[in-house]
């Protein structure tokens, strides 16, 4: 039998005890599969796309990578936007997911590097290959930089919670 100095260093998530805190299953599914999870990996690629080709344009000075920035940093954007908007009717309709103070730092960080890509693509549709140094390789910076801490914290609540897994096993 434990001893209450047993018991004491057992550290315990007060929110666990939440009756609504284990149901994390994702409503926006098609076939039991999460939107979310499905749209998320287009913004993160694209914004490594446009931090590579930033980089690429400052090393060789060849237009093409700056136009390539461009389309990779408005995409981002733009399949960002899709992902947000899937990701945040899950935090708000889910109860488990809601419960969770990682899917808030997931939220947060996420609407952040959203916002810096839209203000990283809006830069340059006026003049892409004057915006590109030095304003717009930090911005894509950031942005990198800000998309692995989200995909850190988004598969943090996915392996570390099952948030938005199938508990059917299907």
């Not at 990996?41 to 980089?55: E, K, N, S």
């Not at 309709?93 to 916002?115: N, Q």
Request: hydrophobic content about 50%.
């Amino acid at each position: 039998m434990a001893s209450a100095e047993d018991k004491e260093d057992q550290l315990v998530d007060p929110i666990s005890s939440n009756p609504k805190f284990d149901r994390a299953e994702s409503k926006i599914a098609v076939a039991g599969h999460p939107i979310h999870a499905m749209l998320v990996a287009f913004p993160i690629g694209l914004t490594g796309c446009a931090f590579g080709a930033d980089l690429f344009y400052w090393w060789t000075g060849d237009l093409f990578w700056a136009r390539a920035a461009i389309w990779g940093a408005g995409m981002a954007f733009l399949m960002g936007l899709a992902a947000g908007v899937s990701g945040t009717v899950e935090l708000l309709s889910v109860p488990g997911i809601r419960a969770r103070a990682a899917s808030w730092t997931h939220f947060v960080v996420a609407m952040t590097l959203l916002s810096i890509l839209g203000a990283n693509w809006g830069f340059r549709l006026y003049g892409y290959e004057k915006a590109l140094l030095p304003w717009g390789l930090m911005l894509s910076a950031l942005s990198a930089g800000m998309a692995l801490f989200a995909g850190w914290h988004g598969g943090k609540l996915v392996f570390d919670y099952q948030v938005g897994t199938s508990s059917t096993g299907n």
